[in-house]
């Protein structure tokens, strides 16, 4: 039984993993929806009634499914603390949590419920893969984001002594120019703030370069690796 259920729930071969797995997409999609009609204002209580009634089913549904994934794990705490038992966990514990809170603690513990939509990512073979390069570049990514930090704080330095004189109530700071050096270096710009001085736009220049390299490394890291996933995949089948 225990094998059986163990194909059923982590396999993708049989029958039965196929409609185990269009069931639980299926009712994450209507849980979404459900989640997302709990917002309009004008909602009648009848549909309240309904929405009620269909967040009750999803979770009775995941509660299962979620038991189901422990009992046939062989390495339980293994998978309790994974990627995927953490998100099964939180697609089901803001329900159980509500039931014993405070009514405007609700607000937040029903936001929770959103990572009900990641649970998607365990049935999509294109997210598999991105998520493997994700851990075959994990290296590089690390060293990239901390290199990015690593600008930003120079960003914000540099622009804070072009500018902090001629505009001190937008560069008080650093840690105001902060807000300067991440828009500037994400190549977003709103407009906010900018500099006026002519060091301060030859350094946002400089910047601007900076940043648009920024922009593309990640994606090139990335590419590499879900190419390397994708060849690997073919490979074995």
């Not at 046939?72 to 939180?90: A, M, Q």
Request: glycine fraction near 6%.
């Amino acid at each position: 039984m225990r094998d059986y259920l163990r194909d059923m729930v982590e396999g993708n071969e049989s029958r039965e993993s196929r409609y185990f797995a269009l069931i639980i997409q299926t009712l994450i999609l209507i849980s979404i929806v459900a989640f997302t009609m709990e917002t309009v204002p004008s909602i009648s209580d009848d549909t309240k009634i309904i929405l009620r009634g269909i967040e009750i089913f999803c979770v009775v549904v995941f509660s299962v499914e979620y038991l189901l994934r422990l009992y046939v794990s062989e390495r339980k705490l293994k998978f309790v603390f994974s990627f995927f038992g953490i998100i099964d966990l939180l697609a089901i514990l803001p329900f159980y949590l509500a039931l014993g809170m405070d009514l405007r603690s609700l607000r937040a513990l029903r936001f929770l419920r959103l990572f009900r939509i990641l649970k998607l990512m365990r049935y999509n073979k294109a997210i598999n893969r991105f998520s493997i390069a994700i851990k075959t570049a994990k290296e590089e990514i690390t060293l990239f984001l901390f290199v990015t930090l690593i600008l930003i704080y120079l960003s914000a330095v540099g622009i804070y002594y072009f500018e902090n004189e001629v505009q001190p109530e937008h560069f008080a700071s650093i840690f105001d120019s902060l807000w300067w050096a991440i828009i500037t270096l994400t190549t977003v710009g709103y407009g906010d703030v900018y500099p006026i001085t002519l060091g301060g736009r030859m350094f946002t220049f400089v910047i601007l370069m900076i940043g648009l390299g920024i922009v593309a490394i990640p994606t090139g890291i990335i590419s590499s690796a879900l190419t390397n996933s994708i060849d690997k995949e073919k490979g074995e089948e």
